[in-house]
């Protein structure tokens, strides 16, 4: 990216254009964007007119490799959809914020496969008139440059800039970026000035050549407009041997180069400076066509000889077949800024009427331009046409992500009405509740957008428009919701005012506010009402039948807090959600609600019902295709892969996630910070951790989710004391820690770091807690990570209180449930820690079956690259030392029995047994049935003893 900054009339478009030219005989692909003075442009307009040109190079096949991303496009460029028939729409998207990052994103996604395939050089004209989305998409696009051969080049005037001004924001972004670069113009020298001036065409003595320098401090556009300017008077006429001396002091030099127009205008005739005029409130870039109508009654002769006249004095030159621009602007705005008031009013609305008359069939790209006009025109009906033009361009740059313009024209519209002797306050109450929920999009300033929707629900309330009231009221509440803002008492009492009235005609509205009014409630502090709320809402909704409205409102359930007492009931909720989402057709209600299931199945440890869900977020990822979503997937593939234990995989997506993550996502990143935490302390790598961690909280005193953290680094490099101060501070407080999305793991790390002090105190208030998770699994925040099965760890809690057989009882529970689940990672660590049971315990046969679970955890964590587990378990036998020798088993065991019992020996599963010797699962079941007969065994731990004793367990 390389900005060319500096004055009017430097040179920085023709720099720009020689650049095009070189790059273009070199291959390149050169795609243009101009960035109108006027405000009439539509959204994003200098990306329009890029990827417009991008497409005349496109075929059809590139597009449709393109996917869904080319249905984002064409909601930008209509012309899309012509090149690719049958191009779906894009799933809406509810966030404005995720709406337009996917827009963006695919707009960078075609680039860069153009790219790919030839190198692009993309021009942005004077940045300075650039609309503010249109700026947000280049400072979006600028940082991914790096791997792509796209060269962007920016033009913009520096004088132009104020600290307020949209584009300082934007370059302040910009300069960020390692590859952007800023290019500074300044005047030409006084040599450079001669020679200018004979590339043009004119020779002029050396001592006006130096006046001019002075005169223009070598500014090429001044300087161009002086030497024509010179032309026309005859100052300049040539000789036989160029021109004649001409002494500098003879001639007078405009002082500035709007002057100089100026005069060059008035050397023109009457007849064209009266078009010209005309052309200047149409724009810099203005049609035949248009031109024509709002000139009448002036006849094409009259027209086409003015034109004539501009484009050979070089004011005008004409770009395509009956398309005009001005040479400069400096021209159109010399021309414009000359018209009368009563003249510059009635220009515009004739402009507007033949804006109207040539675009009938299709206003919508000229909806901005046509407000401006109407606005301008100052009529009493030409303003009831700029109101409308304004909102409906609002809408439009609302529908088009372009919350900055939409949040403009709703004002311009609203400014308007204001203006009236006697305004319409019906319609600008609704004017107020589109210009609060643009202002809300835009850039998330809740602060303006709750204002605006205060008083929009207040004029509402007054006229009695209920509708708007209620709209309004979803509207605050969501909008106070996101911002965070906890204890306003203003969401409940406008939901309450809109339920009160609202008819119980309209029950669909009635169940999204009582839905809404539960969630404001809770947040509001009065967790009890809102839950009657929440499950009236729901209710509600299945009364009426809306399925996208069921779904939203259960799905408030899930902001409360819920023990694992409740996890069936939610179940089914979650069903019923699933169902209405899909009904809905909602993607990402259907995301949502698949993602609530999935983590209460998660829980249970049905995984084949995980697996499902998984899926089913999978398609719904193709559809939404946006950020947060597919990052919020991936997070819940990388929690599986951590709990499988597959951790070259994990780091591949972690990089994958890291990618996605660039400019930050908040929640996003705290969670990508808990997973890789999760993964380095399985890979025995927390120690590098602990300096960060440390400083992290010295630094943020409101970091206290990082705490429980940090009492495992502490312990993992051996610093007990430190260690147990956290502990202390933590478990004091944890009684009364809320039950949010912290509450599972800080249990979780307290109950190690427990274990670990061998804290028998404290031991049975955390075994109180984790009791009710008995035969599930744990669950770490929104399935951050999940810890397998919670009897681990009350198994670790119960042989900290000497408590043997609810130990053993859990530790066998575990033992199941993990390998049921597929949880290798669990499953290997509690291996280790009901062999350190045994070991402790020290019963008839403990030692035996320790030495069996350790040998399968020491297996299983070197497969997987468990070291910190490795290491301790290694450490472990080493301290049992060779078991006791014994003679083969003289039971009347058949060969593969024998196989059969080495496996179960060292903990396998009926079906790894099945696996590892390729026979099905009865087979496995009828030779372990022998085998415990055979032996005269209990139960499948005894068996394993058995086989240590014998000899039969490999050491």
Known sequence: MVMLAGEAGIGKTRTAQELAAHAAGEGAAVLWGRCPEESGAPPYWPWVQVIRAALQDANPDFLAELGASAGDLADLVPEVRDRVPGLERSAPLGDPAEARFRMFESIRQFLASLSRHRTLVVVFDNLHWADAPSLRLLEFLVPELADSRILVVGTYRATELSRRHPLSNALGALARTSHFARVNLAGLSAEEVQVFIAAAGTTVPAGLATTLHDQTEGNPLF???????????????????????????????????????????????????????????????????????????????????????????????????????????????????????????????????????????????????????????????????????????????????????????????????????????????????????????????????????????????????????????????????????????????????????????????????????????????????????????????????????????????????????????????????????????????????????????????DMQAVAADLDALTKADARIRQRTYSITLRGYHLMMLLLRGEFAAAERLILEVMALLRGGLGVHEDQMSMQIFTLRREQGRLAGLQPVVSAFLRQHTSASAWRPGLMLIYLEIGQREEARKEYEQLVCDFPAMPRDGRWHYSLVYLTEVCVALADAARAPMLYQLLLPYAGRTIVLGTAIACCGSADRYLGLLASTMGRWPDAQRHFEAALAMNERIGARVALANTQYDYAALLLARGESGDRERAAALLKASLESAREIGMRALEERTAARLNELGPAPSSATADDDLTGREADVLRLIAIGRSNADIATVLSISLNTVATHVRNILAKTGCANRTEAAAYAMRRGLAPH
């Open 223 to 605: 300087l161009r407009e002086i030497v024509r300017f010179l032309e026309q008077r005859g100052a300049l006429a040539a000789g036989s041997d160029g021109a004649e001396a001409v002494s500098p002091s003879a001639i007078r030099i405009p002082e500035g180069v709007t002057e100089v127009i100026g005069r060059r205008l008035n050397l023109l005739s009457a007849g064209c400076n009266e078009v010209l005029a005309l052309a200047s409130v149409i724009g810099r870039d203005f049609t035949w066509e248009v031109l024509t109508r709002a000139a009448s009654p002036l006849s094409e002769d009259m027209l086409l000889e003015a034109l004539d006249e501009a484009v050979a004095a070089h004011v005008v030159e004409e770009t395509a077949p009956e398309r005009y621009r001005f040479t400069h602007n400096l021209i159109r705005v010399t021309l414009y800024d000359e018209l009368r008031i009563a003249r510059r009013r009635q220009s515009h609305r004739a402009v507007g009427n033949a804006i109207e008359a040539v675009h009938r069939a299709d206003l919508d790209p000229f909806l901005p331009e046509l407000a401006r006009h109407f606005q301008a025109a100052g009529g009493e009906r030409e303003a009831e046409k700029a109101i409308d033009y304004a909102v409906r361009a609002g809408r439009r740059a609302d529908a088009l992500l372009a919350f900055e313009d939409a949040v403009q024209f709703f004002q311009t519209a609203l400014d308007a009405i204001e203006q009236h002797a006697e305004p319409d306050e019906a319609a600008r109450c609704r004017l107020l509740f589109l210009l609060g929920e643009a202002q809300r999009k835009q850039s998330n300033d809740f602060s303006e957008a709750l204002t605006t929707l205060a008083e929009a629900a207040k004029t509402a309330s007054g006229l009695g428009l209920e509708d708007v009231l209620a709209q309004t009221a979803l509207s605050y509440e969501e909008t106070a919701w996101r911002s965070g803002i906890s204890c306003d008492p203003a969401p409940v009492q406008l939901l309450e005012q809109a339920l009160r009235e609202v008819p119980q005609t309209n029950p669909v509205l009635r169940a999204r506010l009582t839905g809404a009014l539960g969630r404001a409630l809770l947040y509001g502090g009065a967790e009890a009402e809102a839950r009657v709320q929440v499950a009236r809402s729901i209710e509600m909704a299945r009364k009426v039948g809306d399925p996208a409205v069921l779904a939203s409102n259960i799905d408030h359930l899930f902001d409360f807090s819920w023990g694992p007492e409740s996890t069936e009931e939610l179940l089914g909720y979650t069903s019923d959600m699933v169902a209405g989402a899909e009904r809905s057709g909602d993607p990402l209600l259907v995301h949502l609600a698949h993602a609530r299931r999935m983590i209460l199945y998660l829980e249970l440890g």
